[in-house]
């Protein structure tokens, strides 16, 4: 297990998403509540259709809060939380645009929550592997569950990062003082590279970030343990030879694999296929 300095890392992280918040977004492109769903990224759109609309859901370190805005819609209790101002001013000016009434958003560190609060649905979406020791952030956020309630954690794997690694290394050393070179080869990685805002949110999330952790399938697994949450499921899924299908498949269905040893092997194979993702995947627990 790896610890970083926590007073360091987590004043290097916020000073990061407070100049360069993510996913960010354009306020002009708000301008109804349908817009929220317009513009919403896939799996967004995803998690807004599977969760059930009486569910209580908090989305922590949301970021700019485009998710939890659209969650709110239709539910009663949906809180977002995040360290950065600049991001929570945004999600602020969001909220307060489109009238979101049930969408609370509080400012809070992971690992100094006083939230007398428990949640169906506990969402930490890329933010566990930005702190100071993803592991005991874990620890903190199952504290927003209920009993029986869904943890969904998403992290970056250690092995499906590798590409990102050398990718990272190439624009750092090689293609350094080649702007042209260094286009091309950005250009040729994201293909919503025409959608400035989020070619700016993902290129500094992935290439520049002050401070970043990787994961294992065992590692997660190993928390799930030790804090006494059941697997459910997970993005990519652990079923051999199988993608996880976003039409057909629910990832907060309880996914009934015997999960000795298929997880090694999928996460050789998440190399290749999350190297477009950044090597990122969630995983979906339930609290017992
Ligand atoms: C990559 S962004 C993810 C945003 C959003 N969850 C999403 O998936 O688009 C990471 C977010 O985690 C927040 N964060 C990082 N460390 C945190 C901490 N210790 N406490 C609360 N939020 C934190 C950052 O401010 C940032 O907004």
Known sequence: MRCFNMDK???????????????????????????????????????????????????????????????????????GTDLSDTSLAKANQLKEKLDLSTLRLIKTDIFKMDLNEQFDYVL???VLHHTHNAKEGFRHILKLSKKGGYVAIGLYNKFGRISLYLRKFLLHTILRNNEKMKELFLKKQILSF??????????????????????????????????????????????????????????????????????????????????????YFITVGRKK
């Open 9 to 79: 890392t987590t004043e290097s992280v916020k000073g990061f998403y407070d100049k360069t918040p993510f996913p960010d977004f354009e306020l002009d492109r708000f301008n109804t509540k349908d817009d929220l769903l317009k513009y919403a990224f896939p799996f967004a759109k995803y998690l807004n259709r599977i969760i059930p609309k009486d569910a209580s859901i908090v989305d922590v370190g949301c970021g700019t809060g485009q998710l939890a805005a659209l969650l709110s819609l239709g539910r009663e209790n949906v809180v």
């Open 124 to 126: 930490c979406l890329g």
């Open 194 to 279: 025409q959608d400035k805002e989020r070619f700016r949110g993902w290129y500094n999330d992935q290439f520049e970030h002050p401070h970043e952790t990787a994961h294992t399938v065992s590692e997660v697994l190993g928390w799930f343990k030790e804090n006494d949450v059941e697997y459910i499921n997970s993005i990519p899924t652990l079923k051999l030879a199988y993608d996880f299908n976003l039409d057909a498949d629910n990832l907060f269905d309880k996914d009934n694999i015997n999960l000795t040893s298929k997880h090694i092997i999928n996460q050789l194979r998440w190399i290749f296929t999350t190297a477009n993702d950044g090597g």
